[in-house]
């Protein structure tokens, strides 16, 4: 009697078994093609302002391993807007700082920014989250016709997620 109790406890580990080694190998194979990799789960973005818009961005490697962020600001305050620096920041450290920039961006008008990150340690697939601060002087009519004078700059600030990439030739 207590044979048959010891085959059906046999059998029923080995049901299970089996059952779990499957379940094993699945997860394995799951994780071997990075559907488990939170990286894909997390969204890119580029957000200023309503009026002042980040269109695109991209974050890459360049060929010396250093990273270069580029995005795209569209103007659409309703008048010329005169861009005097660029601050980009990670959560710990600015990465980057320019207040030396004299780039016009008229009104309606889309403008490519580059610059270098020589202060970010990433690599390729990282996701990196950076705090973007611009400096500009608004060239409205009614305060800076011209836009040569110097007039009170404004700052706004915007935030990018980005996927790190290798640069494409």
């Given amino acids: 009697m207590s044979a048959k109790k010891g085959q059906a406890a046999m059998e029923y580990l080995m049901t299970y078994g089996w059952a779990i080694v ?3 190998v699945v997860i394995a194979a799951l994780m071997a093609t990075g559907a488990f990799n939170p990286s894909y789960l997390i969204a890119e973005e ?8 980040c269109t695109g961005h991209v974050l ?5 391993g250093t990273p270069q962020l580029e995005f795209r600001i569209s103007n659409g ?7 005097t620096g660029v601050t980009v920041t ?13 780039m016009i961006v008229p009104q309606g008008e889309t403008q490519i920014i580059e610059m270098p990150l020589d202060g ?5 697939d990282e996701v990196e989250r950076m705090r973007v601060g611009l400096t500009y002087i608004s060239c409205a009519p009614e305060v800076n016709p011209d836009c040569l004078s110097s007039g009170p700059e404004h700052t706004i600030s915007g935030r990018i997620v980005a996927h790190t990439a290798e640069e494409t030739s």
């Fill in 46 to 53: 580029c957000t200023l302002q309503p009026d002042l818009s």
């Fill in 120 to 124: 970010m340690l990433t690599y390729k």
């Fill in 60 to 64: 890459y490697l360049d060929t010396s």
């Fill in 90 to 102: 990670t959560s710990d450290q600015v990465v980057y700082e320019d207040t030396s920039y004299n």
């Fill in 77 to 83: 305050l309703g008048y010329d807007m005169r861009l």
């Fill in 22 to 24: 499957v379940l094993v």
